[in-house]
């Protein structure tokens, strides 16, 4: 029985990890205001860098210059920090 569990437990352990850990849509923090720089992050194997420029899109009317982007070989958890155009 505690076999069952134990899978169980890992079983939804991987699942969630597929996902966005935080939930459903990760958002854009700013970082300064006055440089406009703004960091956001899209983790999980369902999220990719395209939903973090698309995030940079929608926060930038003029566009954006990436400052940094990272990005962990496990896990699959993604950084991007950029500064809106003006």
Do not use: H
Not at 24 to 33: C, G, H, L, W
Not at 51 to 80: D, I
């Amino acid at each position: 029985m505690k076999l069952f569990f134990v899978l169980v437990a890992l079983a939804l352990t991987a699942c969630s990890s597929l996902s966005n850990p935080q939930g459903a849509a990760q958002s854009v923090r700013i970082i300064d205001t006055k440089s406009q720089t703004y960091k956001t992050t899209c983790n999980g194997a369902v999220e990719d860098w395209s939903n973090c420029f698309g995030r940079a899109n929608k926060s930038c009317a003029n566009g954006y210059n990436v400052l940094e982007r990272l990005e962990s070989p496990v896990g699959g958890k993604r950084e991007l920090t950029f500064q809106c155009k003006k």
